[in-house]
């Protein structure tokens, strides 16, 4: 099984809808992100948390919102869903500083298209 | 502050012949560094990784690279590229504390038989 899944993989949703997008681990990590990649532009960091309580925005934050369910799991939310959004979307995942590799590992991405 | 800086957006070989992705780095502090592979609609695969132990760090599938701090340069490498090299290639910066990771903007390599 994989160690960090999304759902859904792909998803087709009309301006101004509300979605959300999921991403579970099973590796055991503190850290979780989510990223945007757009041809040209590589990936760009949304929302990052470090632990259930602690949340940041990253560089591309407006129009978007997370939540830390648990451990495990890290949602992103599209309040209202606009064009631009289209993208797809990636949920990483790594170890606190001195605690394991140093990498991070991702999902298999989610293909968002907002008509 | 940190970023990264990859030159081509497309690179293409023949078959066999030499890969060569370049990546330039910017940092402020000792920066620990990284090379991802996307295959088509795949996630991000970790190919090797710079965390100050040797400079030569070797990865997977052949590929290797060299951490040059005069050059502030980590540029990957392959010998002799295979067809299932094809996929984006993305070099990836970060710091002592590893909250965040910063991309460049990918190189896709295509290899010609």
């Known amino acids: 099984d994989a160690d960090v899944t999304q759902t859904p993989r792909n998803r087709i949703t009309k301006t101004g809808k509300r979605i959300m997008l999921e991403c579970s681990q099973t590796?055991?990590?503190?850290?979780m992100y989510w990223y945007r990649q757009d041809p040209g532009l590589g990936l760009r960091l949304i929302y990052y948390?470090?632990?259930?309580?602690?949340?940041n925005k990253g560089e591309i934050s407006d129009g978007y919102s997370v939540s830390r369910q648990a451990q495990a799991k890290f949602s992103l939310s599209l309040e209202s869903a606009i064009p631009n959004q289209t993208a797809l979307y990636f949920c990483?995942?790594?170890?606190?500083?001195?605690?394991?590799?140093?990498?991070?590992?991702f999902g298999p991405g989610t293909r968002l298209t907002v008509l | 502050a940190q970023s990264v800086t990859q030159l081509g957006s497309h690179v293409s070989v023949s078959e066999g012949a030499l890969v060569l992705l370049r990546c330039n780095y910017s940092?402020?502090?000792?920066?620990?560094l990284f090379w991802y592979v996307q295959y088509p609609n795949q996630g991000l695969q970790l190919l090797l990784k710079?965390?100050?132990?040797?400079?030569l760090v070797k990865g997977i599938n052949g590929f290797e690279a060299e951490f040059k701090k005069s050059e502030t340069s980590f540029h990957l490498t392959k010998p002799s590229a295979h067809m299932s090299d094809a996929a984006e290639y993305f070099c990836?910066?970060?710091?002592?504390?590893?909250?965040?990771?910063?991309f460049g903007s990918g190189t896709k390599l295509n290899v010609k038989p």
């Open positions: 940092s402020s502090v000792p920066p620990y």
């Open positions: 710079y965390t100050s132990a040797a400079t």
């Open positions: 990483a995942t790594s170890d606190s500083p001195g605690q394991g590799s140093n990498e991070q590992f």
């Open positions: 990836a910066v970060s710091v002592y504390n590893f909250n965040k990771f910063y």
């Open positions: 590796k055991g990590h503190d850290r």
């Open positions: 948390s470090f632990d259930v309580k602690d949340i």
